[in-house]
């Protein structure tokens, strides 16, 4: 889930909005009893980004269509990828850890790193992963929308969440 912040003047007339990733696949490797080592990789779709919030179908169209076109201009960019480089992991209860994942994130065809922070519980045959992250858009070449004159437009910073089960 993408969470974008309204800014601006009349930030106070604007929505925020929740974006849902819809297709995305990976593979997440991790020991169990310890967590380490362990490896994430993650292929996103740009164009399954979808509003979740309760707004218009026309209203929906077009931040959809702003954000697919403009913003992450997914026929120049179809792909987001994560590739984790490193996995810490502190064990909080019998298998329960707080984990950060260090790795390369490439959106709108820049690579920088991030740090995820998140929790993991094993389950049977199954891993549970929760946590959030933030990145700037300008840090990956992304213009923050911005309408009526700038008054209303897209905090820089998005918050990005999940909550995601594998199973083997």
């Keep these: 889930m993408v969470h974008a912040y309204a800014a601006g003047l009349l930030s106070f007339a604007a929505h925020n909005h929740n974006i849902a990733v819809r297709d995305?696949?990976?593979?997440?490797?991790?020991t169990y009893g310890s967590v380490e080592p362990a490896s994430l990789n993650?292929?996103?779709k740009a164009a399954s980004l979808a509003v979740t919030d309760k707004v218009s179908d026309s209203?929906?169209?077009k931040i959809e269509t702003t954000?697919?076109?403009?913003?992450?201009?997914?026929?120049?960019?179809?792909?987001?990828?994560f590739q984790s480089t490193s996995v810490s992991a502190t064990r909080v209860d019998e298998g329960k850890y707080q984990v950060k994942i260090g790795g390369n994130l490439t959106l709108?065809?820049?690579?920088?790193?991030?740090?995820?922070?998140?929790?993991?519980?094993f389950g049977t045959n199954e891993m549970?992963?929760?946590?959030?992250?933030?990145?700037?858009?300008?840090?990956?070449?992304?213009?923050?929308?911005?309408?009526?004159?700038?008054?209303?437009?897209?905090?820089?910073?998005?918050?990005?969440?999940?909550?995601?089960?594998?199973?083997?």
């Design 108 to 121: 709108h065809g820049v690579t920088h790193s991030v740090t995820i922070n998140g929790r993991l519980d």
């Design 42 to 44: 993650m292929r996103v």
């Design 59 to 61: 209203d929906r169209e």
């Design 24 to 30: 995305f696949a990976g593979e997440a490797e991790a």
């Design 128 to 168: 549970h992963a929760v946590g959030e992250f933030p990145i700037r858009q300008s840090s990956f070449g992304i213009k923050p929308v911005s309408v009526a004159g700038g008054t209303i437009k897209v905090k820089d910073e998005l918050k990005l969440s999940f909550d995601i089960v594998a199973r083997q």
């Design 67 to 81: 954000m697919r076109n403009e913003v992450l201009e997914i026929s120049r960019y179809p792909e987001i990828v």
